[in-house]
């Protein structure tokens, strides 16, 4: 575990780079396929987590805006997740509510 802390505020490139590869060979893409990060967690059965799945998909679309290096966007999206996680849980549970906040497209609520 100290290894990893390490890594982060030592090597952040080589971390990021290491994730970067991790999800590519899960959703079977080279440095030409046209996938994105949202794919990663498309192999997973969510069933019961369906909460961990949005809190998955939110740190995909930031890790998406921190590649293109849209750190404003990035920053402002980091402050709506929050906001949306806070509110979940002043709701006791409800995302229909606390999932407007973080500003993204709910991708439980298409499949419904």
Same mark, same amino acid.
């Given at each position: %575990? $100290?290894?990893?802390?390490?890594?982060?505020? /030592?090597?952040?490139?080589?971390?990021?780079?290491?994730? #970067?590869?991790?999800?590519?060979? *899960?959703?079977n893409? /080279?440095e030409?396929?046209?996938? =994105?990060?949202? $794919?990663?967690?498309?192999?997973?059965?969510?069933a019961?987590?369906?909460? %961990? &799945?949005?809190? #998955?998909?939110?740190?995909? *679309? !930031?890790?998406? +805006?921190?590649?293109?290096?849209?750190?404003?966007?990035? #920053?402002?999206?980091?402050? &709506?997740?929050?906001?949306?996680? #806070?509110? =979940?849980? !002043? +709701? =006791?549970?409800?995302?229909? +509510?606390?999932?407007?906040?973080?500003? +993204?497209?709910? =991708? !439980?609520? *298409?499949?419904?």
């Open positions: %575990m $100290d290894k990893m802390r390490r890594g982060v505020t /030592d090597q952040p490139a080589q971390v990021c780079r290491s994730f #970067h590869s991790d999800v590519m060979q *899960e959703v893409a /080279d030409f396929s046209n996938w =994105r990060y949202r $794919d990663y967690g498309r192999r997973i059965t969510w019961q987590f369906a909460t %961990m &799945q949005k809190v #998955h998909f939110q740190y995909m *679309e !930031l890790t998406e +805006l921190m590649d293109a290096s849209r750190m404003r966007e990035e #920053h402002a999206q980091v402050g &709506q997740n929050s906001k949306s996680i #806070h509110q =979940r849980f !002043l +709701l =006791r549970g409800n995302w229909e +509510l606390a999932g407007n906040f973080c500003g +993204l497209q709910d =991708r !439980l609520m *298409e499949k419904r």
